[in-house]
């Protein structure tokens, strides 16, 4: 008796355990947790274990390329999602996603018409308008581009994304008024977003506001949104633009492009921007900066061993700091990778001063 009892308990165990395994939302959501725990593999395990078993699950798709896109591996992201649309999940969101990658791909004509396909498959998806309103935008298709950014708007009224998205539409029409107009209608349903305070100094840019100002509200934009690299670009961009710069203001961006860089450690770009500015300071303010300056390069190279612009700079602190035969190994290197006349004038002036 005993052991029947044990028995059918250990039977009831089991199909619970194998009905809980089978769920997809519990499946997804251990999924959500192993590539959260940086468990990838056994993410896309529990993903295929849902498309396998409930193929209509739109989510597992998606998450599953977003995975593989991540790894640098676009074609298996782009496999996954048409994968989702064989097994019938739903298209306008794949689609939708399907676009998000060849953006992020810099491939706007492909994303143009992925987003264009998501809308089609679905007229009442939001989020799909506000794509295909952003990839218009950025192709300067502007009436068109309103156009959704007001479809999206008839079906969601207070969207954020879509005000934000229809505001730059009319600050590139220099219609800057308006745009400020739903800015501030944003910012005040949405005070603690960032993207609405980098277009409203945007749009400021059109107008006789303060530089301060400007820069205030970009960075705000960043404050609230740190990861948003729209954000960060549009507020790099403007820094970038300043004249006049002295050592004061010099070293009111290095902090600003040094949090740009914990964001986005990978970008090289931000680092060489580093080593200039530097190399500035060590023009306007002492020498001590190049060991600064030497640190940048030396991280770039860590990521880019053939980054010339790099060895180059390297020459030119070495040079500076009277080590004439380092600059001139660095300036070879560099002008081997690149044949620039700078970088042969480097060469000539290290062999000068060994000489």
């Known amino acids: 008796m005993g052991y029947k009892l044990w028995h059918v308990l250990v039977l009831a165990s089991s199909i619970l355990l194998f009905s809980c395994s089978e769920d997809p939302d519990i499946l997804f959501s251990k999924a959500k947790t192993e590539a959260d725990l940086g468990s990838r593999q056994k993410a896309l395990n529990y993903l295929f274990e849902i498309q396998n078993s409930h193929p209509e699950y739109t989510e ?143 749009a400021l840019e059109n ?46 961006d290095v902090p600003i492009i040094k949090n740009f860089v914990s964001h986005f450690p990978k970008e090289i770009y931000a680092r060489r921007w580093l080593v200039n500015i530097y190399f500035d300071l060590a023009e306007l303010d002492g020498i001590y900066w190049l060991e600064a300056a030497k640190q940048q390069c030396e991280k770039i190279l860590a990521m880019d061993e053939n980054n010339h612009y790099s060895h180059y700079a390297l020459g030119r602190i070495y040079f500076e700091q009277k080590k004439p035969r380092l600059a001139l190994i660095e300036a070879q290197i560099a002008f081997e990778m690149n044949p620039k006349s700078t970088y042969l004038e480097l060469i000539d002036e290290a062999k000068f001063s060994i000489d």
Request: glycine letters at 4%; charged letters at 25%; hydrophobic letters at 40%.
């Open 60 to 202: 597992a798709y998606i998450f599953a390329a977003q995975l593989f896109f991540e790894n640098n591996n676009l074609s298996e992201a782009v496999n996954q999602c048409k994968r989702g649309l064989d097994a019938e999940a739903d298209p306008a969101e794949i689609y939708r996603y399907l676009g998000n990658l060849y953006s992020l791909s810099d491939n706007n004509e492909s994303a143009y018409q992925y987003f264009r396909m998501a809308v089609e498959s679905d007229p009442n998806n939001v989020e799909a308008h506000i794509s295909l309103g952003k990839v218009l935008g950025e192709k300067n298709i502007y009436k068109q581009a309103i156009i959704h950014f007001n479809q999206a708007l008839e079906l969601d009224s207070a969207n954020y994304m879509a005000t934000v998205g229809k505001a730059q539409i009319f600050a590139n029409l220099k219609r800057t008024a308006d745009a400020i107009v739903l800015l501030e209608a944003a910012i005040k349903d949405e005070p603690t977003r960032g993207p609405a305070y980098a277009m409203l100094a945007y």
């Open 207 to 252: 107008t006789a506001t303060e530089e301060k100002t400007i820069l205030a509200n970009y960075a705000l934009s960043v404050k609230l949104d740190p990861e948003n690299r729209v954000c960060w670009d549009a507020y790099l961009r403007f820094l970038g633009r300043l004249k006049d710069r002295d050592v004061q203001s010099y070293m009111e």
